[in-house]
C-alpha cells in the first residue's frame, strides 16, 4: 500500500524512518522493496530492477544466495550469540582459522561493520607502539581515502562535505597524493613519482601506521592505482617501520579479482580491515585482522597493555557461519570472481567510445568511467541524472557525483551485464 503523507507532510516518506546519506528536501523518496533473489530487487508495485551495485557493494554472491540463508538458520537454532570475552565458539575459531590462511595474518579481531573494523586497525596501530614505549603520533592517509564514518574513520578519511560539520572533533592526519589512473593515462608515471617523494617526506616523521585502500579507493570515487605504485609504497613504509594497514572493506573476497586486492597488488599489510561481503553481504560484521607479532605486543601482565575494545555483538555467531558460507562458495567457484574482469572488458571497451564517457577503469568485478563535466565532486548532478534514467530502464546504479560504476554481485549473467551497459549506453544519449 502506498504510504500517505505524513510526519511533515512529505509523499513517499515513511513517517518514522531517517535515511542514511540522504537530504529530504531535495531527493527522491526511497524505493519500497519486498523481496530480492540473484541479482534482482522486486518493488511493491512488481518492478524488477538489476541491482548493479551490490547494495552498497555487500552482496557478493547475490541476494537470497541459497547456501547462505541455510547457514543462518542452522547456526540460529544452534547458538544465536554468546558474549565473546568469556567465551569462543566453534563458528568463530573455524572463521579465524580460514580467514588466517586466506590472508595470511594470522589474528583475527572481530566487530561488527567497515568503520569500526577500520577503527579497531587504527587503535590496534597505535597503542601497539605505546606498548612498546615508544608511542609514535603520526598517522599517514591517502588524498581521497574513504573508510567509514566513525570519528576515527572520518579522520584519515578524506575531509569533506560529510565530513566539514565535526571538524573541530578529528585528529590530525598527514596526507599523501593517492596517483591514480585509467585507460589511456599517460601522465600516471610522473603522478605516482611526486606521490612517493611526497609519502617519502612525511614519512621522516616517526610514523605509528599508513592506511590505504588497495588499488581500488571506492567512495573516494572508484580511484585505481597500479599495483607497481602499491608496491612501492610498501617498501617506503617498511623501511620507517610505520606499521601498514590495508582497508579492504570494498576490495576484499573477490571483488578485485583475487581474494584480496593487496594479494593481486604483491603487498602484505600488517593489519587488515574486512566487512562488507564478509558474510556475502547477509549479516552486518567486520574483521580487523592482525600479524602474530602484533597480537604479541599487547600480551603482558600490566593491564595498560590490553585491547579495551569490544562490541556487544563481537563475533556473533550467525555472522560467522555466513562469513564461513560465503567463503566457501568463493573458494570452490572461484573462476567466478577471477573472471568477471575478462566479462566487463569488452562492455567497456565499447563504451569508452561514448564521447561523455572519460577515464574509464576495471579492476575485477568493478568497472566504472567519468562523465565529461566542468564540474567534478559528489554534489555534481549528471550522475544523479543518469541514475533516474537507468532505473526507468530497470537499472539501479548510484554514481558518485560524476563517477559511473558498476559493482554487480557475482552471480550477474551474461544478459543482465549486457542490459546494465546497454541502459547505461541509452542514458549517455539521453542525458
Ligand atoms: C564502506 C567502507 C567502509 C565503511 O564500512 P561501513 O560498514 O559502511 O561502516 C570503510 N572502508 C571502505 C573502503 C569502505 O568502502
Not at 21 to 29: G, M
Not at 43 to 59: K, Y
Not at 102 to 130: C, H, M, P, Y
Request: net charge negative; charged share 20%.
Amino acid at each position: 500500500m502506498p504510504l500517505r503523507a505524513a510526519g511533515g507532510e512529505r509523499p513517499g516518506w515513511h513517517p518514522h524512518l531517517w535515511h542514511p546519506f540522504t537530504q529530504v528536501a531535495t531527493a527522491d523518496p526511497p524505493l519500497r522493496v519486498v523481496r530480492a533473489s540473484g541479482a534482482l530487487l522486486e518493488l511493491d508495485d512488481g518492478r524488477q530492477l538489476i541491482d548493479a551495485i551490490s547494495s552498497w557493494w555487500v552482496t557478493l554472491h547475490g541476494h537470497g544466495e541459497a547456501t547462505i540463508a541455510a547457514a543462518i538458520a542452522h547456526q540460529a537454532r544452534t547458538l544465536e550469540q554468546v558474549g565473546f570475552s568469556d567465551f569462543r565458539h566453534p563458528a568463530a575459531e573455524q572463521l579465524s582459522e580460514r580467514l588466517a590462511a586466506a590472508s595470511g595474518l594470522e589474528r583475527l579481531f572481530f566487530s561488527d561493520n567497515g568503520s569500526t573494523a577500520v577503527e579497531v586497525a587504527l587503535k590496534i596501530a597505535w597503542q601497539w607502539w605505546r606498548n612498546r614505549g615508544e608511542p609514535r603520533r603520526q598517522l599517514i592517509a591517502f588524498e581521497g581515502a574513504y573508510h567509514g564514518d566513525t570519528f576515527g574513520a572520518m579522520a584519515v578519511g578524506e575531509r569533506s562535505l560529510f565530513s566539514a560539520p565535526f571538524e573541530p572533533l578529528l585528529f590530525a592526519v598527514a596526507r599523501a597524493p593517492w596517483p591514480a589512473t585509467w585507460w589511456g593515462d599517460d601522465g600516471v608515471e610522473a603522478r605516482e613519482a611526486a606521490a612517493l617523494e611526497h609519502l617519502e617526506q612525511l614519512l621522516d616523521t616517526p610514523t605509528a601506521a599508513v592506511i590505504l585502500e588497495p588499488l581500488l579507493q571506492g567512495a573516494g570515487g572508484m580511484a585505481l592505482v597500479r599495483e607497481g605504485f602499491l608496491r612501492r609504497v610498501e617498501a617506503l613504509v617498511r623501511a620507517s617501520g610505520a606499521l601498514l594497514i590495508a582497508d579492504e572493506v570494498m576490495t576484499g573476497f573477490g571483488r578485485s579479482g583475487h581474494l584480496f586486492a593487496c594479494q593481486r597488488a604483491g603487498i602484505r599489510p600488517d593489519l587488515m580491515a574486512l566487512s562488507k561481503g564478509l558474510t556475502g553481504g547477509f549479516l552486518p560484521m567486520g574483521v580487523t585482522l592482525a600479524r602474530e607479532a602484533i597480537y604479541e605486543g599487547f600480551i603482558g601482565t600490566a593491564p595498560g597493555l590490553t585491547l579495551f575494545h569490544g562490541h556487544s555483538f563481537t563475533a556473533n555467531p550467525l555472522g560467522c557461519a555466513a562469513a564461513l558460507a560465503s567463503l566457501e562458495l568463493l573458494e570452490s567457484r572461484p573462476q567466478r570472481h577471477q573472471g568477471f574482469e575478462a566479462r566487463h572488458r569488452p562492455h567497456l571497451e565499447a563504451l569508452a567510445a561514448h564521447p561523455r564517457v572519460r577515464r574509464p577503469r576495471l579492476l575485477g568485478s568493478v568497472a566504472a568511467f567519468e562523465l565529461a563535466t566542468d564540474a567534478p565532486g559528489y554534489l555534481n548532478p549528471l550522475g544523479l541524472r543518469l541514475q533516474r534514467l537507468a532505473l526507468e530502464r530497470g537499472v539501479f546504479l548510484r554514481p558518485l557525483g560524476q563517477v559511473v560504476y558498476l559493482l554487480p554481485p557475482l552471480c550477474l549473467d551474461d544478459d543482465q551485464l549486457a542490459r546494465c551497459y546497454a541502459v547505461i549506453g541509452e542514458a549517455l544519449d539521453r542525458l
